[in-house]
């Protein structure tokens, strides 16, 4: 009777990435980590990482140290859409250019393996609106405010 009572505990859905969770990404080698990405990231990561991608995760770290504990690390700002999100990059903040202005992505467990121009979006989505006086034939019975 007492189990009825008594309040359920919640448990909260822990992130895996392929099958191995957060922590143990973290803990892994490039090589391994490779291992678990689609066919065109580890030909990619095959081929070498950029000196942009690297001056992007040297100044990531550097934004990660120097913020405080509780707090978001400032934003570093990037042309690199087309850099892969790796586990080491999980909780900054990267301003990613869109071909305006930078859109600032804060990146999370779930982004792992995706592109950072998957977050910002290059065009805005157009908003058709109603006929005006003149779209068609029907429109000409539309009276006039």
Same mark, same amino acid.
């Given at each position: 009777?007492?189990?009825?009572? *008594? ?11 392929? !099958? =191995?969770? $957060? ?7 490039? *090589?391994?980590?490779?291992? $678990? ?16 991608? #690297?001056? $992007?995760? #040297? ?5 990660? *140290? ?10 570093? %700002?990037?042309? %690199? ?9 999980? !909780? ?15 990146? *999370? ?6 592109? $950072? !121009?998957?977050?910002? =979006? ?9 006929? !005006? ?13």
């Amino acid at each position: 009777m007492e189990d009825a009572n *008594k309040p359920k505990k919640r448990t909260f859905r822990t992130f895996h990435y392929r !099958g =191995i969770e $957060l922590d143990k990404l973290l803990d892994l080698s490039q *090589k391994e980590l490779v291992q $678990l990405f689609s066919a065109r990231q580890r030909r990619k990561f095959k081929r070498g990482i950029d000196k942009k991608a #690297k001056t $992007l995760l #040297k100044k990531l770290r550097k934004a990660k *140290k120097e913020c405080e504990f509780g707090e978001k690390p400032k934003p570093v %700002l990037t042309h %690199l859409r087309n850099m892969t999100i790796i586990p080491e990059m999980v !909780g900054s903040i990267v301003g990613v250019h869109n071909g305006k202005q930078y859109t600032n992505v804060e990146i *999370k467990p779930e982004m792992i393996g995706y592109y $950072l !121009g998957e977050f910002s =979006i290059t065009y805005k989505h157009t908003r058709h609106g109603k006929p !005006g006086i003149g779209a068609t034939h029907s429109s000409r019975f539309i009276p006039l405010k």
